[in-house]
């Protein structure tokens, strides 16, 4: 079993209640302070898609970070609030209990999950031009964490910095992305790399300093069937911040298959301190 | 009082339970099947700003819409799912009876609020060069729907399409943003006029098929204190979408103020049919 689908394994707690999990955090996945966000979000999107009553394929989610996961279970909910002709509007919460034995929320989520159906469409956000993966050194994370060993990243532009001199231009980041060893692409895949990109300001500001994903969005623009053709091959991703101001900023990234369609945008807000 | 203001009054339902509450679907902001969704997610916002439990300021809003708001009244419940030293996370929900009397999800949200501090800042979008608002045209909307009066849209670039060629080149709008009276500005109007551009196929494609947002998330940049600044001044709002397939697109938005600040940045995804 991959290491992706170990880390997102979750058992129904109790038949009588459908959309109750239990799962456990991932050591393969551990970042500094808890899990990576992004194994955290795809796990939210998890529970959506083992729930029985599950309409469509996810299209949007939103996830808000309220507490680092500590190691061992958590208990995930996902709870469908309406169910339309061809849209079905979640909520998911993951708890793991305090020291006084009640249940404290981790993270929430939103989630909608839809039917597509062929239509016009356009791509107006084309590939940026890059380098083959093979032709791109690994990015160079400056500590051996667990979860940036699970990735093959390779940089098209917008290595993390080395010479920490404030002197930082811009935020644009170009990685190619895939599993670390690759696994075939699907949603799940796809939301955990799109929280995969460190945080901007470190880039912006040629600084390490502390950053934590507030909350992100995911939209996924493909469905199953798409994404069944990029198969293990590389995503191009783009990440980008627009705004750095009192504590928080934001990030924008946009995840490409190696042939040129857009499958996700997404949206972060990031906490700093300096 | 403000169109906006009677448009977003809430009262509390029962004593006993905080962030519940009674408020009523705005006539003033009547769109075509419901009201205008801006003020259905500032509404979401309000809940929150009126719960007695609130810690800081609006951070981040994601407002899910299941389905069309009815004339009359509606229940809204804001909920802390956690609260930290700086951040609070909250749930809220919008329900109307449905023929059998039952509490019907219309609308779902999830909010991040926090305490904002001065740290170093960088806006990284600046604003787009645009004429004078004075020296722009009024939008252009073909049907006289309540709410497009309830704003002064002046157009920088990028107006509703009157050739409906199917000749559409992009999807990129400039427009000059006030209320109509105007209103000082703060995180309930930002929310509302970040919902407040025409869907981008119509642009597109130069063709006018139904749309309506499905999930709209919202960042907030700027602080009360920032806002207070801007007072009754125009923003300068853009819209531009990064993709369209299968029956959805997404709306990237960036408000700044007069002055230049980036207040806002919003995404949403949509829907279409054609």
Redo the contacts between chains.
């Keep these: 079993m991959h290491a992706f689908d170990e880390a997102l394994r979750l058992e129904p707690l109790d038949a009588a209640r459908p959309g109750v999990f239990r799962g456990s955090s991932s050591p393969a996945y551990w970042n500094m302070v808890g899990p990576f966000g992004g194994t955290t979000a795809a796990t939210a999107l998890q529970a959506v898609l083992l729930h029985p009553a599950l309409l469509g394929e996810p ?2 989610l ?1 996830v ?1 970070f ?2 680092a996961v500590a190691p061992g279970d958590f208990q995930l909910t996902a709870r469908p ?2 169910t ?1 002709r061809s ?1 079905q ?1 979640w ?1 998911i ?1 993951m708890t793991q209990p305090d020291a006084q034995g009640a249940q ?3 993270m ?3 989630a ?1 999950t ?1 039917v ?10 084309p590939m940026p031009a890059a380098p083959l993966p093979q032709d791109c050194s690994p990015a160079a994370y400056p500590d051996k964490l667990a979860w940036t060993q699970r990735y093959e990243m390779r940089v098209a532009r917008g290595d993390l910095p080395r010479l920490l001199d404030g002197g930082g231009k ?2 644009l980041s170009q990685f190619w992305l895939r599993d670390n060893p690759p696994r075939p692409l699907d949603f799940l895949a796809l939301t955990a790399m799109a929280d995969a990109f460190y945080p901007r300001i470190w880039l ?2 040629a600084k390490l300093v502390p950053a934590g994903t ?2 992100v ?1 995911v ?1 996924f ?3 199953a069937a798409e994404l069944a053709r990029t198969d293990q091959g590389y995503l191009l991703g783009q990440a ?9 900023f ?1 990030q ?1 990234v ?1 995840l490409w298959s190696e042939a040129g369609e ?1 499958l996700v ?1 997404s ?1 972060q ?1 990031v ?4």
Excluded: C, M
Excluded at 240 to 248: E, M, P, Y
Excluded at 271 to 274: H, L, V
């Design positions: 299209l949007s939103t808000n309220a507490a609030l309406r339309n849209t509007h909520f919460e404290s929320v981790l929430s989520a939103t909608v839809a597509r159906r062929p239509t016009w469409g356009q791509n107006d956000s811009d935020s912006r500001r507030v909350s969005t939209y623009h493909a469905g980008q911040a627009q705004n750095f101001q009192q504590g928080f934001d924008a946009q857009l945008t949206h807000i906490y700093f301190k300096e």
